[in-house]
């Protein structure tokens, strides 16, 4: 079964809306990451959260972390047109070597002006 | 930016031929990881390396193959194409820092369609 589970799966906004995205994961992590992907490209890191954290900011997005709700979420403010892409949520759990990083559904997000 | 390249970025082949996904980074990364994506479809790890000589298989089973020789570079390799294997090939890397927060880069994608 899916570890991370995004919804909406599409989400259609207007230009100057804010845009949230939920994610919801089954086992516990170490930390969860939110990635962006236009279309036909690659990943981009966007913020990372650690378990022991509940909030965290950067420019225009504010993620969230609940885990005793095992759910995340990304707050994009103020959304712009060049905000259109897919949005991943990404939980990291520890390994011996590192993080394995799962990673969810994803969510369609298109800002029209 | 991140610093990490994959080539070809769109390859169209033939049933049964031999085909080999470039992937290099230049950030000095240790681990280093391929993906495969169908369109509008989540992430599927298929192989990771933790450093030279170290290949493991991922999470979805592939009939791909990969190696290891330098650190910068994680070929993908499949043998013989199959139409099942059309999909976007994403490679990626990180440094592991020995701390459960280190982050992926990722490179822009291989498309590869099998006709």
């Known amino acids: 079964s899916q570890q991370g589970e995004e919804d909406p799966q599409a989400l259609s906004i207007q230009e100057g809306e804010n845009a949230t995205m939920n994610c919801s994961y089954k086992?516990?992590?170490?930390?969860l990451q939110w990635y962006r992907q236009n279309s036909g490209r690659g990943l981009v890191h966007l913020i990372l959260?650690?378990?022991?954290?509940r909030e965290k900011h950067s420019g225009r997005l504010r993620v969230t972390l609940d885990t005793s709700k095992k759910s995340s979420s990304l707050l994009i403010t103020a959304s712009r047109a060049a905000d259109t892409a897919s949005y991943f949520c990404?939980?990291?759990?520890?390994?011996?070597?590192?993080?394995?990083?799962?990673f969810g559904t994803g969510t369609q997000l298109k800002v029209e002006l | 930016e991140a610093d990490i390249y994959q080539t070809p970025r769109y390859l169209v082949i033939g049933t049964g031929k031999k085909i080999t996904l470039e992937c290099s980074q230049t950030?000095?990364?240790?681990?280093m990881y391929w993906y495969q994506q169908d369109p509008g479809m989540e992430l599927h790890l298929i192989h990771y390396?933790?450093?030279?000589?170290?290949?493991e298989k991922g999470d979805l089973s592939s009939e791909s193959t990969v190696s290891r020789i330098r650190t910068e570079h994680f070929p993908l390799t499949l043998e013989s194409a199959r139409p099942s294997h059309t999909s976007q090939y994403l490679c990626?890397?990180?440094?592991?820092?020995?701390?459960?927060?280190?982050?992926?880069?990722f490179g822009e994608g291989s498309w590869l369609t099998v006709v």
């Open positions: 990626a890397s990180s440094d592991y820092t020995g701390e459960p927060g280190n982050t992926i880069y």
């Open positions: 950030m000095g990364h240790d681990k």
């Open positions: 390396s933790y450093g030279v000589n170290s290949t």
């Open positions: 990404a939980t990291a759990i520890f390994t011996g070597g590192g993080n394995k990083l799962t």
């Open positions: 086992t516990s992590i170490n930390n």
């Open positions: 959260i650690r378990s022991n954290e």
